[in-house]
Nanobody, 115 residues
Framework: QVQLVESGGGLVQPGGSLRLSCAAS????????MGWYRQAPGKERELVAR???????TYAESVRGRFIISRDHALNTVYLQMNSLKAEDTAVYYC?????????WGQGTQVTVSA
């Protein structure tokens, strides 16, 4: 069973940057298309970034040009570089397979963008 552990969140000012990490244990993520999701208070969880096993990336329009998803197979880790953060990026961020989340969800990491 794959366990996902997200980290790297925190409080950041608008315009700032954060790098999130998603470390997996129990099985290699190499064969999975992976994504980053987020859930803001009172809203549904949404997929914001996806990276296929072949390296193709897609982004939600709201984060395109600001977020970058990457992965390190050797470390079995998926990353989300978030730049030019906005207040509306405030949410709990999770990683999972994408576009369908088939693994057990981790605890997520809170990102708060506020002055």
């Amino acid at each position: 069973q794959v366990q996902l552990v997200e980290s790297g969140g925190g409080l950041v000012q608008p315009g700032g940057s954060l790098r999130l990490s998603c470390a997996a244990s129990g099985r290699s993520l190499r064969d999975y298309n992976m994504g980053w999701y987020r859930q803001a208070p009172g809203k549904e969880r949404e997929l914001v970034a996806r990276r296929t096993t072949s390296g193709i990336t897609t982004y939600a329009e709201s984060v395109r040009g600001r977020f970058i998803i990457s992965r390190d197979h050797a470390l079995n880790t998926v990353y989300l570089q978030m730049n030019s953060l906005k207040a509306e990026d405030t949410a709990v961020y999770y990683c999972n397979t994408a576009p369908a989340a088939v693994l057990s969800w981790g605890q997520g990491t809170q990102v708060t963008v506020s002055a």
